[in-house]
């Protein structure tokens, strides 16, 4: 005969949102360091820049590092319950309009800064704004669902 569920949140493991949230913050980490364009100088020697280099993986590993705290629930869940599901989006949406802007620079070559000129997109954008969608599709369901299934969360 099955046993019953305790139903504290203490035996409950990590959500597929949380999952989500989690691996979305930690996609778009692991992009700011690795290589957002190509470029080729005037000597034509090719140079990768991270995002970081690039001063705008810096905003998107600030974003990603947020995003997996709450997944990880490094933050209080009370605070997380009360706006976990605007937070999370607003993050999401901004390391996916950051990537967005910097993908429209480096494409117009907006950004070389001495006589280099750009020549592809690096995986690092990509995977930037992958875990930017990730995390993104993750708050839409945390808004859409509520606080439906953490009430349990809300009373330890």
Known sequence: MPQPRSSGSAERGPSLV?????LGGALMMI???????????????????SGVALGWGLLTLVC?????????????????????????????????????????????????GDQSR??????????TALGAVIALMAAVSVLVRGNRGTQDDDQS
């Open 18 to 22: 949380e999952i989500g949230i989690a």
């Open 31 to 49: 992009g700011a360091f690795r290589p957002w364009a190509t470029f080729i100088n005037e000597l034509d020697w090719l140079r990768d820049a």
């Open 64 to 112: 990603g590092a947020a995003l997996a705290s709450i997944g990880v629930r490094i933050l209080r869940p009370r605070l997380i319950l009360l706006h976990r599901g605007g937070i999370i989006l607003s993050l999401a949406a901004g390391g996916l309009l950051i990537t967005a802007i910097a993908w429209i620079a480096l494409t117009a070559n907006l950004v070389a």
């Open 118 to 127: 750009f020549v592809s997109l690096g995986d690092g954008m990509l995977v």
